[in-house]
């Protein structure tokens, strides 16, 4: 058992980390936050470096890198606050197209000429006895209807794997933004695309399914999601903790730094434990979903319950230590603050993900 | 990264439970003389503890004529994973082998490894370790106790307190002031004091737990002499050494640390759901979830410990290293507390092991013992704050 990460890993990740420094610094998640600029320039950037293919097979013209480096790329993500689809594509719709299988879309999605995202819970709910969207297939010519609130990437999508139930059971469809209704509600992370999709006897085309195969496909899915929302979380939250360190370090009251008082410095202990701590089972689900480890699902649900724990403790006191000034729009630590906060709630809450725990401990049965 | 151990790490594992299944204590002498102080050896233990040494199981990192077999880290820790799961304690006397031995052997010249480091290891002694004082708990650096030169002998004076196992041990391992001029860290030694020298007194302190066998004490020392020759490595680094001692316990600690949680954990999973079904539904849920919590503690331990233990192996530290401590003492510390409240009024009964390490008020109330000493909670959370994040000293 190793949980490092190997060097190849690191220079990944800090090549990542590099380019979004540059690509994406504060000033550019500031224009989204304001309203006055588009993540068009910088998915291009992205598009350009291959990122989108990081996770798609070889075979399919992808980059072929395992699930791990999709984690690395998804809290680097995070401790930017990047905006555009990025997200979405590499944690939740090339997943998909993974277990659907199909070779053609995973090379669209792979070259970034088509942007996809997953349409999938519905009520917040990352599970496939919540869908109440419809399937219906007539001469041949499946259509879908009903609505997805809140899809990750949905703004920036042109086509959408849209789960919906058939009398066969659960299938997952492909349908084309243009065919549905795509409304953008206004967001407190206007980052990550939130939108919500309606479709009414929408023409799609069917992905897999209908029937246990792809409800066993949409476990996986929702695995590999939670996973890598867990990381983006966390990245977010690093960023804070680091921010808020730095600043205890230069403000001054009564004639000291801050961060001399020990108030402050247990704080700090435990904000730098809640963070390493969620960042070591993160990287461990990541891990059990690469290796299709037996335990990856309870792996994932306290990869992401950790990172919700995290992102209560460093949000909160990362705001609460800034004082007043980051309290302001004008600083930057909101945008963190908002996106952390955004990953805690997305891809199943902390109490759902603690529900799977303590079935899968025997604590509790399923409810029926 | 990977979720398996190499082939050979594996086959190292088997080796290893294959010698436990010989040579595994046998359980009622384990019943019927347990462990009582952390210096006191039972027949059973010291047979089991000889047996590691002579097969080269007792510190397997280290060369075979000290116990060993040259094995790495990575053997090393699954090593501690099976003695853990087995629930075996390698030694009777943890600190005597896991830190004043390997400093003797570090420091010691070849009389003192050959009187007290070796027979230390083969459980023919057991030895305590004497920091801590009056005025001198988190602060080492502030200890009183005087050790005077008096020709070829030091003369010393003063009192040791938390003394584990002083009861029992056969010698101390003994910080002492031999330079009261110098700067406070520059004037400290160590010396190897004998319990049974004249002047030494012995006052046990009885614990909120088990108060029948005290572990604690105070120990008082008048006009104790003892031969220069006794003291370890150069006189007046006793503070340098010190860190060098506790280096060696640290990277063991920490991850006792995460066997511990784990196999409180697996423990608590026995039990659990035979007395949760007991409970209504809504109470269900509520004390479920306080588990998972737990839960969720026991895996993140492991993959912060695992993970720190592979960066210490590459690169010789890890930032992990400091967080293991208050964060394994506590998360287990809670856990032990929601397993006595899930056994309700059975709890409450005063436990002699009727229900294992877990379940018992006593297991949570003994549990204050790990976040308390070896550095409290709170020392190790400045340390962090200093060391690592590089916050300055208030």
């Not at chain 2, 009777?92 to 010691?108: E, M, R, T």
């Not at chain 2, 979830?289 to 737990?294: K, Q, T, Y």
């Not at chain 2, 290293?321 to 409240?341: G, H, I």
Request: aromatic residues 8%; negative net charge.
């Amino acid at each position: 058992m190793d949980l490092e990460l190997s060097d190849d890993q690191f220079e990944l990740r800090d090549n990542i980390r590099t380019v979004l420094e540059g690509a994406c610094p504060p000033s550019v998640v500031r224009a989204i936050h304001d309203g006055d600029g588009t993540a068009d320039e910088l998915w291009a950037q992205m598009v350009e470096l291959y990122w989108p293919a990081l996770g798609v097979p070889e075979a399919a013209g992808g980059l072929g890198f395992g699930f791990v480096e999709v984690g690395l790329l998804a809290e680097e993500l995070g401790r930017a606050a990047a905006p555009g689809p990025l997200l979405a594509v590499v944690s939740q719709y090339v997943p998909m197209l993974v277990e659907v299988g199909d070779a053609e879309l995973l090379a669209t999605a792979a070259s970034g000429e088509r942007v996809g995202a997953l349409a999938f819970a519905e009520q917040g709910r990352w599970t496939t006895d919540a869908i109440g969207s419809s399937a219906s297939n007539a001469d041949g010519e499946w259509r879908v209807s009903g609505t997805k609130a809140m899809v990750l990437g949905g703004e920036y999508a042109d086509v959408f794997a849209f789960v919906a139930r058939a009398d066969a059971g659960i299938g997952v469809f492909l349908v084309d933004a243009a065919d549905a209704a795509v409304t953008v509600p206004g967001s407190i992370d206007p980052g990550i695309g939130l939108a919500d999709v309606a479709c009414a006897d929408t023409p799609a085309r069917l992905l897999i399914g209908p029937g246990p195969a792809a409800e066993a496909a949409l476990d996986l899915v929702a695995q590999a999601a939670a996973a890598a929302m867990a990381l983006h979380t966390v990245g977010a939250c690093r960023r804070i903790f680091e921010v808020t360190l730095e600043y205890a370090k230069v403000r001054e009251q009564y004639d000291r730094v801050i961060g001399s008082f020990q108030a402050l410095k247990h704080r700090f202990a435990d904000m730098f434990l809640a963070v390493e701590r969620a960042n070591a089972v993160g990287y461990y689900a990541a891990l059990a979903i690469a290796e299709e480890d037996v335990d990856r699902s309870s792996a994932v649900s306290t990869a992401k319950a950790a990172a919700g724990e995290c992102q209560r403790l460093i949000a909160e006191d990362g705001l609460q230590l800034h004082g007043g000034i980051g309290y302001t729009w004008e600083n930057d630590l909101h945008f963190l603050l908002k996106r952390a906060k955004a990953g805690d709630i997305l891809c199943g809450s902390t109490a759902f993900h603690r529900a799977q725990l303590a079935r899968h401990l025997g604590l509790i049965e399923a409810s029926s | 990264m990977k979720l398996q151990f190499d082939e050979s790490v594996e086959a190292f594992r088997a080796e290893f439970l294959g010698w436990l299944d010989e040579n595994r204590p046998p359980v009622e002498e384990m019943q019927t003389d347990p462990l009582r102080s952390s210096a006191y050896i039972p027949e059973w233990s010291r047979t089991f503890t000889q047996r590691m040494f002579d097969d080269g199981w007792l510190v397997p990192g280290w060369p075979p004529e000290r116990g060993g077999r040259n094995a790495g880290p990575i053997e090393t820790l699954v090593y501690m994973e099976e003695l853990s799961r087995a629930r075996l304690p390698r030694t009777a006397n943890p600190q005597g082998l896991g830190i004043i031995a390997p400093s003797l052997l570090d420091y010691g010249t070849e009389e003192q490894i050959e009187q007290y480091a070796m027979p230390l290891l083969r459980a023919e002694i057991a030895a305590c370790l004497g920091m801590s004082e009056p005025d001198a708990g988190s602060d080492l650096a502030n200890l009183k106790t005087r050790a005077v030169l008096d020709g070829d002998n030091y003369v010393l004076n003063g009192q040791k307190v938390w003394t584990s196992g002083a009861g029992y041990a056969d010698f101390c391992f003994l910080f002492c002031r031999t330079n009261p001029d110098a700067p406070k860290h520059k004037g400290i030694s160590i010396i190897l004091m004998p319990m049974d020298t004249p002047g030494v007194t012995v006052r046990p302190l009885k614990e909120i737990v088990a108060p029948e066998f005290p572990d604690l004490a105070e120990v008082f020392l008048d006009d104790v002499v003892l031969p220069a020759s006794n003291i370890v490595g150069d006189v007046n680094n006793g503070w340098a050494m010190a860190g060098g001692s506790l280096a060696h316990e640290r990277s063991m600690v920490w991850l006792m640390g995460v066997m511990n949680i784990e196999s409180a954990m697996v423990e608590l999973l026995e039990v659990a759901p035979t007395r949760l079904a007991n409970l209504p539904i809504e109470e269900r849920a509520v004390a479920a979830d306080a588990l998972v919590g737990s839960h969720i503690d026991a895996v993140a331990a492991r993959c912060l410990g695992y993970r720190g233990f592979a960066r210490y192996v590459k690169s010789g530290s890890a930032p992990e290293q400091a967080l293991m401590k208050a964060y394994t003492s506590e998360a287990r510390r809670d856990l032990v507390r929601l397993a006595a409240e899930l056994f309700g009024p059975d709890a409450l009964q005063a436990a002699t092991g009727r229900y294992g390490a877990t379940g018992s008020l006593d297991a949570y109330f003994e549990s204050f013992g790990t976040t308390i000493s070896a550095g409290s909670s709170e020392i190790q959370r400045n340390i962090i704050a200093e060391r690592v994040l590089g916050l300055p000293r208030g």
